[in-house]
Structure formats: structure tokens, C-alpha cells
């Protein structure tokens, strides 16, 4: 199964109108975009807390990273340059860090809030190489646009 975005745009929209909680819409959104899809190994957010600190927010899947610094990884480098990061290969991204032994693809978005400013990363892990394409890349960075940047 692949996620139908349109659908999932709508579904989510539904669920967390009204809601300005961040941590709440944060596990609304990773539940649901988690279990639209099966290439979605481990979907979840990465809050900043600090300065160059992000830490682990909510999420569906195994255990993650509990902190990982903005110079470290492919989180981290979402955090740093407010870019996303589509990597088709881990261990070919440097300094990636592995939270979890079978991931193998990774997409991670960063999360802006109404004035722009970087909130969290929302990471998406993938046992399959090379699992993610721009197609998703810019649909989850509507929803995501939709639900905190509102």
C-alpha cells in the first residue's frame, strides 16, 4: 500500500482543525502519515528544544534517536540548512546516524510554524533503498505546511 496524500491530506486536515497543541498535532500527523504507507519503516518528529538541539518528539515505530545535534545526520542537517533531505542511501549520507540498524532510505522535512521559524524535523525511515521520491517530498510538505504553519 502506498499513501493516497490526497486522502491523507484531508483525513488529517479533519482531525487536528482546531487544535493548536504542537505535541498533539505532531503524534495526530505521525500516526497517520505512518500508517498510510508501507514503505514507512519509522515516522516521526524531532523537536528543537534548544539551540542546535533537536529531541525526540512524537513518533510511530521502533525506538529512536533520543537527541541528536544539528551538526549530526540527516536530521540535523534538515534542522541546520531548513532544507529537505531525500537520502536514497544511509550509509552513503555522511555521518548519518544509525538509530536503527535496518534503515536504509530516509526522508526528513523541516517543520516551520506560522512565521517560518524551524519547529521540528519530521523524519521518515524506510527498510527499502531508495523508498522515497520528490513526489513525497512535496506532499507531505503541504500537509505538514497545512497543519503548523497555519
Same mark, same amino acid.
Given at each position: 500500500?502506498? $499513501? ?5 491530506a484531508k483525513t488529517i486536515a479533519a482531525l487536528t482543525e482546531g487544535e493548536t497543541d504542537?505535541?498533539?498535532?505532531? !503524534?495526530?500527523? $505521525? @500516526?497517520?502519515?505512518?500508517? #498510510?504507507?508501507? %514503505? ?6 524531532? +523537536? ?7 529531541? =525526540? ?7 529512536? @534517536? /533520543?537527541? =541528536? ?5 540527516? @536530521?540535523? !542537517?534538515?534542522? +541546520? ?10 550509509? !552513503?549520507?555522511?555521518?548519518? =546516524?544509525? @538509530?536503527? #540498524? #535496518?534503515?536504509? #532510505?530516509? /526522508? ?9 521559524d524551524v519547529i521540528a524535523v519530521f523524519d521518515i525511515d524506510s527498510d527499502q ?13 503541504? =500537509? ?5 504553519? %497555519?
Amino acid at each position: 500500500m502506498t $499513501a493516497d496524500y490526497d486522502t491523507l491530506a484531508k483525513t488529517i486536515a479533519a482531525l487536528t482543525e482546531g487544535e493548536t497543541d504542537e505535541v498533539a498535532l505532531m !503524534a495526530t500527523v $505521525a @500516526c497517520e502519515v505512518h500508517h #498510510s504507507d508501507d %514503505r514507512f519503516d519509522w515516522t516521526g518528529f524531532y +523537536r528543537v528544544t534548544e539551540p542546535e538541539v533537536l529531541k =525526540i518528539g512524537p513518533y510511530q515505530g521502533g525506538h529512536g @534517536c /533520543l537527541v =541528536i545535534p544539528f551538526e549530526r545526520g540527516v @536530521c540535523g !542537517a534538515a534542522a +541546520r540548512t531548513a532544507q529537505i533531505q531525500l537520502v536514497p542511501d544511509v550509509d !552513503a549520507f555522511p555521518g548519518h =546516524i544509525a @538509530c536503527a #540498524s #535496518s534503515t536504509r #532510505s530516509e /526522508l526528513v522535512l523541516p517543520v516551520r510554524d506560522a512565521n517560518g521559524d524551524v519547529i521540528a524535523v519530521f523524519d521518515i525511515d524506510s527498510d527499502q533503498p531508495d523508498a522515497f521520491t520528490e513526489d513525497d517530498a512535496v506532499a507531505l510538505g503541504s =500537509i505538514l505546511a497545512g497543519v503548523f504553519a %497555519r
